[in-house]
């Protein structure tokens, strides 16, 4: 499956986030190269990609942080060059570095990030309570967010990120840093957000997260989208049955067949030589696609 | 959406966080904002000053306006460059500037608002305590409209500088090579004409210069010069549009 791109000017109404040959660049070093895709509204969209391959620039510059150098972004029917006040109202980011004032409380961050989404004065207090309870940071509200551990400062950076109740949620390795628990309650919060109608664009370093909470994913690699499509999709892409064997050396191989009956033909040719044949991951694609690959292609 | 009104409600909205960091740690502001100020009164007013031939009197009447001007821009320049930079480069919140929907004008002025709340309160006292022990130092209305102008300029240019800093010694080094100079030689302790031609050419050029003369044509009341007003104003729209350039073209 190739990288979908733009066909028509204007974006599909199902269509939340439009990029189209998007490029940015600083300097002579090219971090994101012509990309183009489309986020459909209601999903949870994953962003994967290897270090440095161009996922948080992809995002800040979607989010209207970092300019492109060329290229557009569309998000929700306003190009973010021309129309980005409105294109921001409708954006929620809790960025990779966590980007709250130190200095101030959780309480006094998250009412700074309401005054600064336009939320109502007479309805700041509430609102800032009632979400703050989503991650139990009740007990932290009068905390300085410098004395927080990182879990808690990353939490409070998500509940920032959604007290405006954006249409299209950014989250940018949301769960770095977070113990299983809390990993946990994020994973349900990001599944009740969608179910409530928030779009959701995830990059994480944790394949299974993606696995688990994606309808689509995207691999991104050195600035360019190398597949995109749902979890079902990529691995067909690869091949969806996978044969680990050991060579001669000891080292392990991995090969991918479309069938198991492709398989059971590569298997019978081993032997009494160990091997297992399993269903293929999205790790065993991101391996593949992204250059680090541990097998073979049948 | 965008008028006036708006932006006011929007630039209280990004000041807000700035605010509450400066109400609750006011002692510490105004201490840091008035140390110097004072110390300068103390030791160019009565300990310089009460040698010179023209008596010490009349020179605390030159000087406490020049001290005031002095303090509009050490009281605003580093702590808003310092504030910016930090939340920048350390706390990122900046960035939540850059994402959020006001417009840049809110984003610039919301970010200058405690600054100028900070000349404007110090200022105030140096001026009370210039009034006490130099009565013939006049408490004019429109000394504050100057102290405003002079406070959002010199806020402004702390702006600029901490969104295109990109370590606190580089910030620190500026302060050292261009604030610290322009403080003492503006016309602020001393009068400029005593200069070389071309120094006071120079100098003349300065936005504190003209803050200083400002402030000591309102509270001797010799006049207020025009070609100051013009040229503060002209500072104050230079360093406004140089931060909406750099906002806008994401460029801090």
Redesign the interface.
């Known amino acids: 499956m190739e990288p979908q791109t733009a066909s028509s000017s204007a974006p599909p109404m199902d269509d939340i986030v439009t990029v189209r040959d998007l490029t940015v660049r600083f300097g002579d070093f090219t971090a994101v190269d012509g990309i183009s895709f489309q986020v459909r509204r209601g999903e949870i969209f994953g962003f994967l990609g290897p270090n440095g391959a161009g996922k948080t620039t992809t995002i800040r510059t979607i989010?209207?942080?970092?300019?492109p150098t060329s290229g557009s972004v569309v998000i929700d029917g306003h190009d973010i060059r021309n129309d980005y006040?409105?294109a921001?109202?409708r954006?929620g980011?809790a960025?990779q570095?966590?980007?709250?004032?130190?200095?101030?409380t959780v309480r006094?961050?998250l009412?700074?990030?309401a005054?600064?989404?336009?939320i109502p004065k007479s309805e700041l207090k509430e609102k800032v309570e009632s979400t703050a309870s989503i991650l139990e940071l009740g007990d932290y509200m009068e905390r300085k967010v410098e004395s927080l551990s990182g879990g808690w400062k990353r939490k409070t950076a998500i509940v920032a990120s959604i007290i405006h109740d954006p249409t299209i949620l950014f989250l940018d390795e949301p769960t770095a840093g977070l113990d299983t628990r809390s990993r946990h309650m994020l994973w349900d919060l990001v599944r009740m957000l969608n179910r409530k109608g928030t779009t959701i664009f995830l990059t994480t370093h944790y394949i299974e997260e993606a696995e688990s909470l994606c309808d689509r994913v995207a691999i991104i690699n050195h600035g360019s989208i190398v597949a995109i499509g749902t979890v079902d999709e990529l691995r067909e892409k690869i091949g969806k049955v996978a044969v680990e064997s050991t060579d001669p050396d000891g080292k392990t191989v991995i090969s991918y067949f479309p069938t198991r009956e492709d398989a059971k033909g590569y298997t019978d040719t081993l032997g009494d030589d160990y091997f297992n044949v399993r269903r293929t991951t999205l790790e065993d694609v991101f391996l593949e696609l992204t250059g680090e690959s541990r097998g073979k292609l049948a | 959406m965008n008028n006036p009104l708006s932006i006011l409600d929007e630039t209280y909205r990004v000041a807000w966080g700035d605010l509450v960091y400066m109400k609750e740690n006011l002692p510490e502001v105004l201490i840091t904002g008035l140390i110097g100020p004072l110390l300068y009164l103390l030791a160019f007013g009565y300990g310089l000053g009460s040698g010179m031939s023209s008596g010490s009197g009349a020179y605390l009447e030159f000087i406490i306006p020049g001290i005031i001007a002095l303090s509009t821009l050490s009281c605003t320049f580093s702590t808003v460059a310092m504030k910016v930079l930090v939340q920048r480069l350390f706390y990122m919140s900046f960035d939540e500037l850059l994402l959020c929907p006001v417009h840049i004008s809110s984003v610039i002025l919301g970010k200058t608002l405690s600054g100028v709340i900070r000349a404007l309160m110090s200022c105030t006292i140096i001026m009370v305590v210039g009034h006490l022990i130099s009565p013939g130092v006049d408490i004019d209305p429109l000394v504050f409209v100057v102290i405003f102008i002079a406070g959002l300029t010199f806020s402004l240019f702390g702006l600029l500088a901490g969104m295109l800093t990109n370590k606190t010694q580089k910030l620190s080094l500026f302060t050292s090579i261009v604030i610290v100079p322009m403080t003492f030689l503006c016309g602020t302790l001393f009068n400029v004409s005593a200069l070389p031609d071309a120094a006071a050419y120079v100098i003349y050029l300065l936005p504190l210069t003209h803050v200083s003369q400002l402030m000591r044509g309102i509270m001797l009341d010799t006049g207020i010069p025009l070609d100051s007003v013009v040229i503060l104003l002209f500072y104050t729209a230079a360093f406004f549009c140089a931060c909406y350039y750099l906002i806008k073209t994401n460029r801090c």
């Open positions: 989010t209207t942080i970092q300019r006040l409105e921001r109202k954006i980011i960025q570095h966590i980007s709250l004032d130190k200095d101030l006094q961050n009412k700074q990030h005054l600064l989404h336009k």
